[in-house]
Antibody
């Protein structure tokens, strides 16, 4: 069974940094593109970015590119999202997703999400 | 960015009925559109990709149509498990963008 389990969320102060992790199981992690998507409290879904299966290439939403970094450790089957200089508008639930084998940009598996609240 | 306009935002229907949800892109996205289902306490589920291709495991009462800028998700003969929130997403160009969602509730 494909599973994606996010962790690392919580309450963080504005301007701080936070790193989310997503541990994958049930499939060969190193074969798949992975992405991060967030959902705001108002239910707006926003694509954050993705990373190639070998970690050699990343894409980001332009509005987040300067503050968010996606990485992966294939040996640990883990995806990461490093968030820096967080703002109140980064308050959201963050989802780790897997691209399909043939369509890397179609997300066929989602985690349950990690909640991040940015507040002083 | 490609703007995805999804409508309606809310839809009430009864089991057995059919419903349609629209998703319009601000520019042509070919058929690079996916539909997802969101239910409380469950991981989001990919229903359809490439505009009309059912993902493995998606019941045949779901169908997708359209290309270019106009897309539709249709659910025939609604079942209780179909009452959820549905999102469209374009993956034709970066950054990928989502519709605002349609909440389908039981009438």
């Amino acid at each position: 069974e494909v599973q994606l389990v996010e962790s690392g969320g919580g309450l963080v102060q504005p301007g701080a940094s936070l790193k989310l992790s997503c541990v994958a199981s049930g499939f060969t992690f190193s074969d798949y593109w992975m992405s991060w998507v967030r959902q705001t409290p108002g239910k707006t879904m926003e694509w954050i970015g993705d990373i190639k299966y070998d970690g050699s290439y990343t894409n980001y939403a332009p509005s987040l590119k300067n503050r968010f970094t996606i990485s992966r450790d294939n040996a640990k089957s883990t995806l990461y999202l490093q968030m820096s200089n967080v703002r109140s508008e980064d308050t959201a639930t963050y989802y780790c997703t897997r691209g399909t084998y043939y369509y890397a940009d179609v997300m066929d598996a989602w985690g349950q999400g990690a909640s991040v609240t940015v507040s002083s | 960015d490609v703007q995805m306009t999804q409508s309606p935002s809310y839809l009430a229907a009864s089991p057995g009925e059919s419903v349609s949800i629209s998703c319009k892109a601000s520019k042509s996205i070919s058929n690079n559109l996916a539909w997802y289902q969101e239910k409380p306490g469950k991981a989001n589920k990919l229903l359809i990709h490439s505009g009309s291709t059912l993902q493995s495991g998606t019941p045949s009462r779901f169908s997708g149509s359209g290309s270019g800028t106009d897309f539709t998700l249709t659910i025939r003969s609604l079942e209780s498990e179909d009452f959820a929130v549905y999102y469209c997403q374009q993956y034709n160009e970066y950054p990928f963008t989502f519709g605002s969602g349609t909440k389908l509730e039981i009438k």
